[in-house]
């Protein structure tokens, strides 16, 4: 009845008031990070399988929020892309990375993740935002890569894919990350052109316990495509071992090396996003 609906409803209000207030906060405190410079990049090594040298870095965001501490990516970058201002992030993050690798030419390749937001934009063109990253550091474009997760994938399937053709006209490579979770990722190697796959962390854990030859078979299925293939979230020896015999050629994880600051990561004050 509507009794009863009114009464529910008045039970959970407290609870989404400060749902409310807590994210309104949030998108103020995250519009002022910028000006504030509270964003850094943290990077964390990528090794090759079984030497353990490292081949490159992956580029990871992190937000030093002055009370909260370093906040997360995951705790901010889903409403950073649903108020817009995801993408001057992301610009930052690839020119802060571009700059950073060509300043060390040795340190081989430097990953930047990219958001679904870039690839639908009317603000700004992706491939044109990478070809400055590049132009402006100077970086070759062979030691970029740039990490897609399937939320990119599942949005307009034909603008996309006609996008990553342009990002590898320009030299760049593209990953496929967090392969493993959500659907039909499969099909997505069929379709698209990865030129590496990253095995999602979540995958590499229960398949080195429970099943290695699953672990195998994704090798081999990547090899099939003429994709390499990086084993994420190597935390134990065990792992490394399962992930040494299912012939993985790279991989990443705190056994290697955690994400970490390094020098020279100018803060962004891009003024107000
Ligand atoms: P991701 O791209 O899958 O990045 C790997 C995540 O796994 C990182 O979390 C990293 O710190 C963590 N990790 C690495 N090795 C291990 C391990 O051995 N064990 C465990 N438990 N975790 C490990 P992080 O830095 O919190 O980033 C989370 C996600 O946020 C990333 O997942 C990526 O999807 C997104 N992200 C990070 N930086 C950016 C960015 O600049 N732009 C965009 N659009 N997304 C970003
Ligand atoms: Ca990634
Ligand atoms: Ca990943
Ligand atoms: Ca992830």
């Given amino acids: 009845t509507k009794e009863e609906g009114r009464g529910h409803y008045r039970l959970f209000e407290p609870e989404m008031k400060v749902a409310m207030q807590h994210r309104r906060t ?3 405190e995250l519009r002022r990070a910028a000006v504030a410079g509270e964003f850094e990049i943290f990077y964390q090594p990528v090794v090759s399988v079984p030497e353990r040298e490292v081949v490159g870095h992956e580029a990871l965001l992190r937000w030093r929020h002055p009370e909260r501490g370093l906040v997360a990516p ?28 060509a300043r060390h030419p040795g340190e081989g390749r430097i990953a930047v993740n990219l958001s679904a937001v870039q690839f639908t934009s009317r603000r700004s063109d992706l491939v044109k935002v990478v070809a400055s990253a590049l132009g402006a550091s100077g970086l070759s474009p062979e030691r970029l890569e740039l990490e897609i997760t399937e939320t990119t994938l599942l949005r307009d399937t034909e603008g996309v894919l006609a996008t990553l053709h342009a990002l590898k006209a320009l030299g760049v490579s593209i990953a496929m990350d967090d392969f493993g979770t959500g659907y039909s990722s499969l099909d997505y190697l069929r379709r698209f052109p990865f030129d590496r796959v990253k095995v999602d962390r979540s995958f590499i854990h229960k398949l080195a316990r429970d099943n290695p030859p699953v672990l195998r078979a994704l090798t081999d299925l990547c090899r099939a495509f003429s994709m390499h293939v990086t084993a994420e979230g190597v935390e134990t020896e065990e792992q490394f071992a399962a992930i040494v015999a299912s012939g993985y050629t790279e991989a990443q994880g705190f056994l290697f090396g955690r994400p970490a600051p390094r020098e020279g990561n100018a803060p962004l004050r891009s003024g107000r996003l």
């Fill in 74 to 101: 995951d705790r901010f970058i889903p409403l950073a892309e649903e108020i817009g201002v995801i993408e001057p992030i992301s610009e930052w993050v690839l020119a802060q990375a571009c700059t950073a690798a």
């Fill in 26 to 28: 949030l998108e103020v």
